[in-house]
Every structure is written in structure tokens, then in C-alpha cells.
């Protein structure tokens, strides 16, 4: 008889529910350490808020009438940050993926500078501006 392992199962997510509203991604920032690179950026996504007010009004007649309920919704733009994490091993897959997914096109990025921390950093500096097409 086997004992059952005490290690957790793997969970494999689809990929639209891991890189959600990757298209809006307005920045983004990798941290490129000795194991793992991670990926962090930021998107925004249109929201409705229900909101519920207490109406006071009066009756005709004078008498206050009993409370009524103003209910509405408003529209917002709100922000939400994602974190993606890579094998550091993987790291050009990583930043295929950054180019593919969070980098329009290469005049986007012309000129720009692309902020990155970590031991990696400057292991791979040539690595990044090739395929960033980055200083």
C-alpha cells in the first residue's frame, strides 16, 4: 500500500483566466533573478458599480411617504496589476512573450528605456535590448 504523497497537485489554468486583459496592458516591469523572472504589469479595464440611495421625498398631502430606494449604476475605468512568473532558464520564451503580448509594435518602443531588477538585470542587458529592440 503507497502512502499518498503530501506534495500538492499541479493545476493546469486556462490561459485566458492566467493572462487576463493582457490586449490593455498599459506598463510593465520584469525582475530578472538567479531562478525566476517575474513579470508585472498593469491593465485597465471598464467596471459598472451599482450603487443604492435612500430618495426622500413627500406625499402629496404633506405626510412623508415611505422611504424610497434610488438605485443606479456608474461606470468606471479601474486598474489591475498581474504578475506572470518564468524559469530564468526560460527567458528568451519570456521575452518573446513581452514582445508578442505587451509590445505593440518595435516603433513603440523606439527610444525607450525598459527598467529591470534583479541579478539578471545586467546578465542579460544585450539579451534584452536584441529582442526589446530597447536601450
Known sequence: MSEPSSYA??????PDQVFRNLKNAKRFAIDI???LCKLAYYSTL???QSHCSEA???CKDGKESPP????????EISTRLHFI???TKYIESCLDFVK?????NEEQMNGKIVKATGGGAYKYKE?????LAVT
Open 85 to 87: 512568473k518564468f524559469e
Open 127 to 131: 539579451l534584452l535590448s536584441e529582442k
Open 33 to 35: 533573478g538567479g531562478s
Open 56 to 58: 426622500k421625498e413627500q
Open 46 to 48: 471598464p467596471t459598472k
Open 100 to 104: 508578442q503580448n505587451l509590445i505593440e
Open 9 to 14: 497537485q499541479c493545476i493546469t489554468l486556462p
Open 68 to 75: 424610497l430606494y434610488e438605485v443606479g449604476e456608474k461606470e
